[in-house]
Protein backbone atom coordinates (compact mmCIF):
# COMPACT_ATOMS: atom_id res chain seq x y z
CA UNK A 1 0.00 0.00 0.00
CA UNK A 2 2.84 2.63 0.50
CA UNK A 3 4.80 1.87 -2.50
CA UNK A 4 1.14 2.35 -4.41
CA UNK A 5 0.50 5.46 -2.37
CA UNK A 6 3.88 7.10 -3.12
CA UNK A 7 4.00 5.72 -6.64
CA UNK A 8 0.28 6.82 -7.57
CA UNK A 9 1.07 10.73 -5.61
CA UNK A 10 5.06 11.30 -6.59
CA UNK A 11 4.54 9.62 -10.07
CA UNK A 12 8.54 8.35 -9.31
CA UNK A 13 8.35 4.88 -9.06
CA UNK A 14 12.24 4.40 -7.94
CA UNK A 15 11.42 7.04 -5.03
CA UNK A 16 8.33 4.64 -4.11
CA UNK A 17 11.12 1.57 -4.58
CA UNK A 18 13.86 3.51 -2.14
CA UNK A 19 11.26 4.32 0.55
CA UNK A 20 9.89 0.83 0.38
CA UNK A 21 12.95 -0.76 1.18
CA UNK A 22 14.01 1.81 3.79
CA UNK A 23 10.45 0.98 5.51
CA UNK A 24 11.27 -3.05 5.17
CA UNK A 25 14.54 -2.26 7.15
CA UNK A 26 12.87 -0.70 9.80
CA UNK A 27 10.26 -2.68 10.39
CA UNK A 28 12.37 -5.72 10.04
CA UNK A 29 15.32 -4.48 12.29
CA UNK A 30 12.40 -3.03 15.12
CA UNK A 31 9.40 -5.38 14.81
CA UNK A 32 10.75 -8.43 14.27
CA UNK A 33 12.74 -10.87 16.60
CA UNK A 34 14.25 -13.27 14.07
CA UNK A 35 17.93 -13.02 15.56
CA UNK A 36 20.77 -11.54 14.20
CA UNK A 37 21.36 -13.58 11.28
CA UNK A 38 18.06 -12.47 9.75
CA UNK A 39 18.49 -8.44 10.94
CA UNK A 40 21.78 -8.53 9.32
CA UNK A 41 20.33 -10.47 5.89
CA UNK A 42 17.24 -7.35 6.41
CA UNK A 43 20.06 -4.85 6.29
CA UNK A 44 22.06 -6.65 3.00
CA UNK A 45 19.08 -6.95 1.40
CA UNK A 46 18.34 -3.01 2.03
CA UNK A 47 21.75 -1.83 1.33
CA UNK A 48 22.21 -3.68 -1.99
CA UNK A 49 18.59 -2.53 -3.44
CA UNK A 50 19.24 1.26 -2.48
CA UNK A 51 22.91 0.81 -3.99
CA UNK A 52 21.01 -0.64 -7.24
CA UNK A 53 18.85 2.62 -7.39
CA UNK A 54 22.06 5.46 -6.96
CA UNK A 55 21.92 6.59 -10.41
CA UNK A 56 18.02 6.82 -9.66
CA UNK A 57 18.60 8.79 -6.60
CA UNK A 58 21.15 11.08 -7.97
CA UNK A 59 18.56 11.82 -10.38
CA UNK A 60 16.01 12.67 -8.18
CA UNK A 61 18.31 14.63 -6.15
CA UNK A 62 18.83 16.50 -9.73
CA UNK A 63 15.12 16.77 -10.25
CA UNK A 64 15.37 14.70 -13.54
CA UNK A 65 14.32 11.22 -12.78
CA UNK A 66 11.36 9.97 -15.23
CA UNK A 67 7.90 9.87 -13.93
CA UNK A 68 5.39 7.36 -14.66
Do not use: P, W
Not at 14 to 41: Q, R, T, W
Not at 50 to 62: K, Q, Y
Amino acid sequence: AVFALIALTTRLVSLASIIMMLAFMVVGLMYLDFGMECNLLVIAISGMSIIRHAANIERLLRGKEKQI
